[in-house]
């Protein structure tokens, strides 16, 4: 499992994410991360490091299971797999934006 093929993942949900206004950053550590701002249309997504409102830490695979359904991402936080730094309820509608 590659960085690219999850950005490419991130991507088609993202397109979908109508209503969501935030910057994100999905970090995995020596993997690589994602950033992604949903304020622009459409979602400007890239690998760099800049300021987020929300931050999502975990290992690729866990992520990878998250965007696939074998994860459930309220379980795998509840476990500390997932990492949650900044707006919980952003953290929330983006769970429902992950899921679907």
């Keep these: 499992m590659s960085l690219d093929s999850v950005t490419d993942q991130i991507k088609q949900k993202m397109a979908m994410a109508h209503g969501l206004t935030a910057k994100v950053k999905f970090d995995f550590d020596e993997d690589g991360m994602i950033f992604v701002d949903t304020n622009e249309n459409p979602p400007v997504i890239s690998h760099d490091d800049e ?3 929300l931050t999502l830490s975990c290992s690729i695979e866990t992520f990878q ?3 696939n359904g074998a994860q459930d991402p309220n ?6 797999k997932l990492k949650v730094k900044g707006s919980m309820g952003l953290a929330m509608k983006l769970n429902a934006v992950l899921e679907d």
């Design 65 to 67: 299971d998250i965007l």
């Design 75 to 80: 379980i795998a936080f509840m476990m500390g």
């Design 51 to 53: 300021e987020a409102d």
